[in-house]
């Protein structure tokens, strides 16, 4: 028998016996950071193929959710600073090999941004819209004219911003279950994933439907594979990679990993998508719903479980 | 110059005299603790093992609580000591993530907090409070570039091992085995 | 060097700096006022000498104070031979004992309200003490004041010894006593005519070859053998140790014995076997010095390895290994004569065996195993002789214990019995430093005791099981607060060491010595109390021995040349032992003009019953007994006690560590609170193991209340040791319940 065991009485509240620092607000903040730059991805992305009339709610209404997404992370994540009062430290320098800094600064960037693309299409979501400031109008002129440029920036952004929500798992050697490359990947195909969803769901349009529905079948297979890749990769590592993918085979996130993200969150909606594009009836709220919820559960999971992997010695 | 502590395993009695000393010296509060005693147990009856290690901040010379610190407040100053600065501090948790050895904490003020090596002390010539207090003598303090310090002679002569030392964070606790 | 400045750092003149700003000001003044919370520097604390009253080691140290007034730290006093400038974490915590907020902060006395519930009303020192002195005078009226008894423990029980002595009262009790060195002080004085002592006169740091006998050193903090121990590793010493547990010393022994519980006389006698019949044992020194080696020779002659492993489970190789091990040694081993040593009734022959095999091995008075300890003897500060008793506690005893050398503290208790019809009766007590409820065994004889006395005062500075019985309860000033004797212990060199207070008594509390005074003011002993400030008393005895208190409170230790001759006996060296032959007794003459056995005899001890387990107890490094449990820095390391149980042993009963049990014993007394389990291999498979102290069940001890289970719960079955009166308590099995017993009850 084997015991390793504190005897001097360490009982350090949210760090032992297992290591619970970050609570529900860190996964939330990269769930929504990854929506956002899901759905921020497909407006640039269909701006710079030309196409904003065919995907009107890709580029324009959907759009909306991002900066709402993106402030309700930045409060989640503010909520969870322990030192609040300092947070503007965070904005005092940028430090590259700390993922949360480029973090920090990427929402910076793109939550403004966001908020500007949203802006710029007020009038043709709304009739009748007027800015009240001359300078608002001409700035929003001045944007409409270099959309193309803007969207480019911004779907770089976008791109940094949904990796950036795995990698800032990833980059912790000390949690096994996250210390690997297939994270920020995964973590971006998965807020693409979102992103599609929450498109869906809000467009009435049957043709940008389809075509949201096919990309996202597609990034749904690309998610399963490389979650497979995952557990190949752990399976086939060091001790603490296998104790780490052992919390999803038969440990305690079994369940709520394979029945929740796995077979609902992907597996289900990819069905009900087929089905759909091969003319299936299935209620529109539903893939899209089944998808998100997915997406919300797989971080929670990842979050906590990879708090209790640690090295063992 | 680079510190570094050596711990005797085979004197610890694991009284845990270094952590009160760690919390009466720097005021830590009630409930936290900057170091610690691991006791681990192999074997069966009546073959077994006790190994008992005082552990706390392995100062990293590959720091990755550093590495991830988003403001610089993890930072490392002369003699690779890895310091917290309170008022950088934003208290995100990432550095806590970070390590594999669960050596930080979040102090109730809200910033991370973790061992010094009592740099207060070492400035001035001392041992850390936690090398100063233990009835076994079984820490070993000092500058590892020094041959003649503390340190460099205790691991001399002996076999040791550092934690983890797969995690890559070249850390600077020797336990003497 | 990696500097955290090597990165891009944004001007404040960059983005965003306008609301960055006005954050950066908020934040600041905010935070701006908080206290100050890292180190304190050395320079800006002032050191005040001390020696610990957390343990009975009294090891000298500092307390530094901060310039608020504040105690920050503890740190040993380097010239003190007893921490040698380190203190253990008892020591170190003794902070905790000074900042405990539930201590006693006030007098009390005790009141029954209208519907007769008895309650404390706070009181001023004035009504507690003269409530005590009319009380003392009462009772030395109607039955002379040696009816009133004392428990002390410690350095404040020595204040009311004082009092009482003055007061005419010599019958107390120490449960250092009956409860732990007794056996070991007869035994060794019945062999060698001289006492182990404490600290005791191991030459561990220089010894080539340790033997523990259940003595737990690292578990037990003895801090200065703890560090001679360390020294011994560090020295590649060979360390024996024989314990039914892998203890922390047995998990760092060279031989661990781990032998069956109850049979170590066996093991003791196959070992003084082997080294007569293989003739390892040193035949000079025996020649010289010792009486009684032919009878010893023939009382073990069938006491062979193989003997004893049938009784005590360990092989015969390694019985032999072991003892030809310490012959290499000898005359360089310790055979350590333990401490707490009542276990079995037959502990002053274990311990007597302990001794024949030291002499055997001639380890005795030479580097390396026991050496001549001297202590410096202070002059009494003049005071008028004590009144003499018509009776003291040794008359408590019946005729029983001749060799007991100090009082008992279960024959005190029985003594205040009526229904014991005692020739001498006790009906009051004083208490002081000893919370009796949670070191006494035999809890009904404690409550009978308590429930028949007219009075009982406590001198405590906690709130302790033992303040619930008192009709007043004295605070006292804690040791970091208070004047105190000066510390003479024996040592390698004669020392002496300063208490003196560092801060002002918090609360309401009082040093020891000026209750004692008060008190005896009132008893009209004024002659005995005649100074205004104990540090009179220390001054004048200081100035005696050639020193001061002014230089004592610069170097809080000061050491002596010795003056009793060498620390070890030269080879061929002519010596008399203080025995009846004036040798070292292999057979003792003492006990055979007692009625007992003059050469120990193995006596089988009962066992375990079918689902029962051998209980035994011991310490953790980090508390004293019970007395530390609410101390903030040491709960801070250990919050509660565990049962150790045995994995074969937990898979029968389907346990996991961290699971909660009762325990109930051979007698059905079940524990008051659950302890938690702890599956582990360090234990025996037929016993279990738990750290003494825990279980506290007076609620004003916040955080102590109700954190684990009190080992004492479950000793109810005391073997009394027939030659001193110990009480063995190592005879009681407990089983385990995984439901709570009165919650059935009720169902």
């Known amino acids: 028998m084997k015991e390793e065991l504190f005897v001097?009485?360490?009982?350090?509240?949210?760090?032992?016996?297992?290591?619970?620092?970050w609570h529900w607000q860190i996964p939330l903040y990269l769930y929504l950071g990854g929506l956002a730059a899901g759905i921020l991805f497909f407006a640039t992305y269909y701006v710079i193929k030309g196409k904003e009339k065919q995907m009107q709610t890709t580029v324009k209404w959907a759009t909306i959710i991002a900066p709402i997404a993106l402030v309700i992370g930045l409060g989640a994540l503010f909520w969870d600073l322990k030192h609040k009062l300092y947070f503007w430290q965070l904005y005092t320098t940028i430090r590259f090999t700390s993922p949360m800094s480029w973090g920090a600064w990427t929402l910076m960037l793109i939550t403004p941004m966001s908020i500007v693309w949203v802006a710029s299409y007020m009038k043709e979501m709304i009739p009748g819209w007027d800015w009240k400031f001359g300078f608002l109008n001409k700035f929003e002129v001045w944007i409409i004219k270099n959309r193309v440029p803007f969207a480019w920036i911004m779907m770089i952004l976008a791109v940094i911003l949904g990796v950036y929500t795995g990698i800032l798992l990833s980059a912790f050697n000390a949690r096994p279950l996250w210390n690997t490359s297939i994270l920020g990947p995964l973590f971006l195909t998965s807020g693409l994933s979102t992103g599609l969803a929450a498109i869906m769901w809000m467009s009435k349009d049957e043709h940008e439907r389809k075509t949201l529905n096919r990309i996202d079948l597609i990034l749904i297979l690309v998610e399963l594979f490389l979650i497979i890749h995952l557990f190949m990769g752990f399976m086939a590592g060091s001790a603490v990679k296998t104790e780490a993918a052992s919390l999803f085979?038969?440990?305690?996130?079994?369940?709520s990993f394979w029945v929740f993200v796995i077979i609902l969150g992907l597996a289900f909606p990819a069905t009900l998508e087929a089905l759909e594009l091969r003319g299936f009836h299935v209620p529109a709220w539903l893939p899209p719903f089944l998808i998100l919820f997915g997406g919300l559960v797989f971080r929670f999971v990842m979050v906590e479980a990879g708090q209790i992997t640690r090295f063992l010695y | 110059m680079r510190y570094a502590m050596a711990i005797d395993t085979k004197k610890c009695v694991g009284c845990g005299d270094c952590v009160v000393a760690c919390q009466t010296e720097n005021n830590v509060p009630h409930g936290y603790c900057r170091d610690w005693i691991v006791e681990n147990v192999s074997g069966s009856y009546p073959s077994v093992q006790i190994e008992l290690r005082s552990e706390r901040c392995n100062h990293c010379d590959n720091a990755p609580c550093v590495r991830c610190c988003p403001t610089g407040a993890s930072h490392i100053v002369e003699g690779g000591i890895v310091l917290v600065t309170h008022d950088e501090c934003i208290g995100c948790g990432a550095c806590i993530e970070s390590c594999p050895y669960d050596a930080r904490y979040p102090h109730p003020e809200g910033y991370v907090d973790k061992?010094?090596?009592?740099?207060?002390?070492?400035?001035?010539?001392?041992?850390?409070?936690?090398?100063?207090?233990?009835?076994?003598?079984?820490?070993?303090?000092g500058d590892l570039d020094d041959p003649n310090s503390d340190v460099s002679k205790a691991l001399k002569n002996r076999k040791w091992k550092v934690l983890a030392p797969e995690a890559g964070t070249e850390p600077q606790l020797y336990f003497l085995t | 060097m990696t500097s955290r400045r090597q990165f891009i750092k944004i001007s404040a003149a960059g983005v965003g700096a306008a609301t960055i700003g006005i954050n950066a000001a908020s934040g600041f003044n905010l935070f701006g006022s908080k206290d100050e919370t890292g180190p304190a520097s050395d320079e800006d604390l002032t050191p005040y000498p001390t020696y610990c009253e957390v343990c009975f080691w009294k090891c000298a140290g500092w307390a530094y104070v901060d310039k608020k007034g504040n105690i920050r730290k503890i740190i040993g006093n380097k010239k003190d031979p007893h921490s040698n400038g380190r203190l253990c974490p008892r020591g170190t915590g003794g902070i905790g004992m000074y900042y405990d907020e539930d201590r006693l902060k006030t007098p009390l006395i005790r009141e029954t309200d209208s519907e007769g519930n008895d309650y404390f009303r706070e009181a001023t020192w004035d009504e507690a003490l003269t409530k005590v002195a009319d009380k003392m005078k009462q009772i030395?009226?109607?039955?002379?004041?040696?009816?009133?008894?004392?428990?002390?423990?410690?350095?404040?029980?020595?204040?009311?010894?004082?009092?009482?002595?003055?007061?005419?009262?010599?019958?107390?009790?120490e449960p250092a006593f009956a409860q732990c060195r007794g056996p070991r002080s007869v035994a060794y004085y019945s062999t060698f005519g001289a006492y182990i002592g404490s600290?005791?006169?191991?030459?561990?740091?220089?010894?080539?070859?340790?033997?523990?006998?259940?003595?737990?050193?690292?578990?037990?903090?003895?801090?200065?053998?703890?560090?001679?121990?360390?020294?011994?590793?560090?020295?590649?010493?060979?360390?024996?140790?024989?314990?039914?547990?892998?203890?922390?010393?047995?998990?760092?022994?060279?031989?661990?014995?781990?032998?069956?519980?109850?049979?170590?006389?066996?093991?003791?006698?196959?070992?003084?076997?082997?080294?007569?019949?293989?003739?390892?044992?040193?035949k000079e020194f025996i020649d010289q010095y010792a009486f009684g080696f032919d009878l010893l020779k023939e009382h073990v002659k069938t006491m062979t390895p193989e003997w004893a492993y049938g009784i005590t489970t360990i092989e015969p190789e390694m019985i032999r290994r072991t003892a030809r091990e310490m012959a290499?040694?000898?005359?360089?081993?310790?055979?350590?004569?333990?401490?707490?040593?009542?276990?079995?009734?037959?502990?002053?022959?274990?311990?007597?065996?302990?001794?024949?095999?030291?002499?055997?091995?001639?380890?005795?008075?030479k580097r390396?195993?026991?050496?001549?300890?001297?202590?410096?003897?202070?002059?009494?500060?003049?005071?008028?002789?004590?009144?003499?008793?018509?009776?003291?506690?040794?008359?408590?005893?019946?005729?029983?214990?001749?060799?007991?050398?100090?009082?008992?503290?279960?024959?005190?208790?029985?003594?205040?019995?009526?229904?014991?019809?005692?020739?001498?009766?006790?009906?009051?007590?004083?208490?002081?430093?000893t919370n009796l409820p949670l070191s006494m065994p035999d809890k009904q004889l404690f409550k009978k005791a308590a429930d028949s006395v007219e009075f009982i005062a406590v001198m405590d500075t906690m709130p302790m099981e033992i303040t619930g019985y008192a009709d007043v309860v004295l605070p006292e000033a804690t040791y970091l607060e208070r004047y105190d004797f000066l510390r003479a212990s024996q040592n390698r060199i004669p020392n002496v060491a300063l208490r003196m207070p560092a801060v002002e008594p918090k609360y309401d509390s009082k040093p020891g010595w000026w209750i004692s005074k008060k008190i005896g003011e009132k008893l009209g002993l004024d002659e005995y109390f005649n100074y205004n400030d104990y540090s009179e008393v220390i001054d004048w005895q200081l100035k005696q021995i050639g020193t001061s208190l002014?230089?004592?409170?610069?170097?809080?230790?000061?050491?002596?040349?010795?003056?009793?001759?060498?620390?070890?006996?030269?080879?061929?060296?002519?010596?008399?032992?203080?025995?009846?032959?004036?040798?070292?007794?292999?057979?003792?003459?003492?006990?055979?003009?007692?009625?007992?056995?003059?050469?120990?005899?193995?006596?089988?001890?009962?066992?375990?019953?079918?689902?029962?387990?051998r209980l035994i107890y011991g310490r953790a490094p980090m508390h004293t007994f019970s007395r530390t449990s609410n101390n903030h820095n040491l709960w801070d390391l250990m919050n509660e006690n565990n049962v150790w149980i045995n994995p074969k042993i937990a898979d029968i009963w389907e346990l996991k560590s961290g699971d909660f049990v009762w325990l109930k014993n051979q007698d059905n007394a079940v524990t008051t609170f659950p302890v938690k389990v702890r599956v582990t291999e360090r234990i025996r498979w037929d016993s279990v193991y738990m750290v003494h102290g825990f279980g506290h069940s007076d609620k004003k001890l916040s955080r102590a209340y109700g954190r684990g289970a009190s080992d004492e719960e479950m000793i109810t079955n005391v073997m009394i040791d027939p030659i001193m009166g110990g009480t063995g308590m190592r005879g009681n099995f407990v089983t385990f319940l995984k439901e709570d017993p009165r919650k059935e009850v009720k169902a």
């Open chain 1, 249 to 255: 085979l038969g440990g305690e996130f079994t369940v």
């Open chain 2, 115 to 141: 061992c010094t090596f009592c740099k207060h002390r070492v400035d001035k010539g001392q041992n850390p409070a936690c090398v100063d207090v233990c009835p076994t003598h079984c820490l070993h303090f």
């Open chain 3, 140 to 173: 030395a009226n109607k039955y002379g004041p040696e009816a009133f008894g004392l428990f002390n423990h410690g350095n404040p029980g020595g204040h009311l010894e004082h009092l009482m002595r003055a007061y005419g009262s010599e019958t107390n009790a």
């Open chain 3, 550 to 613: 002014e230089e004592m409170k610069k170097i809080g230790v000061k050491s002596f040349p010795r003056t009793e001759g060498p620390l070890y006996l030269a080879d061929g060296e002519d010596f008399e032992f203080n025995t009846n032959s004036g040798k070292i007794e292999l057979y003792s003459t003492d006990l055979a003009d007692a009625g007992f056995d003059p050469i120990p005899v193995y006596k089988k001890h009962p066992e375990p019953p079918p689902n029962f387990y």
């Open chain 3, 199 to 282: 600290p005791e006169n191991t030459d561990i740091r220089d010894t080539r070859c340790l033997v523990l006998i259940g003595s737990h050193i690292g578990e037990n903090m003895h801090n200065s053998q703890v560090q001679e121990m360390s020294q011994a590793i560090e020295n590649k010493a060979t360390i024996i140790t024989v314990d039914p547990r892998l203890s922390t010393a047995a998990g760092k022994s060279t031989f661990w014995l781990p032998i069956k519980p109850a049979t170590d006389i066996a093991l003791l006698l196959a070992w003084i076997h082997v080294l007569i019949y293989e003739n390892l044992y040193n």
């Open chain 1, 8 to 21: 001097s009485g360490r009982d350090i509240p949210n760090i032992d016996p297992y290591l619970h620092i």
């Open chain 3, 328 to 365: 290499g040694a000898a005359p360089n081993v310790v055979i350590h004569p333990g401490r707490h040593a009542v276990w079995y009734g037959d502990d002053t022959q274990r311990e007597r065996a302990m001794a024949i095999l030291t002499a055997l091995l001639g380890a005795w008075g």
């Open chain 3, 368 to 433: 390396g195993s026991l050496y001549f300890a001297e202590k410096i003897s202070l002059p009494h500060y003049p005071q008028p002789e004590y009144p003499e008793p018509k009776w003291t506690w040794r008359d408590l005893n019946n005729g029983k214990y001749q060799l007991a050398t100090m009082g008992i503290t279960t024959e005190l208790l029985k003594a205040s019995i009526p229904e014991n019809n005692p020739k001498h009766r006790v009906r009051a007590w004083l208490v002081a430093g």
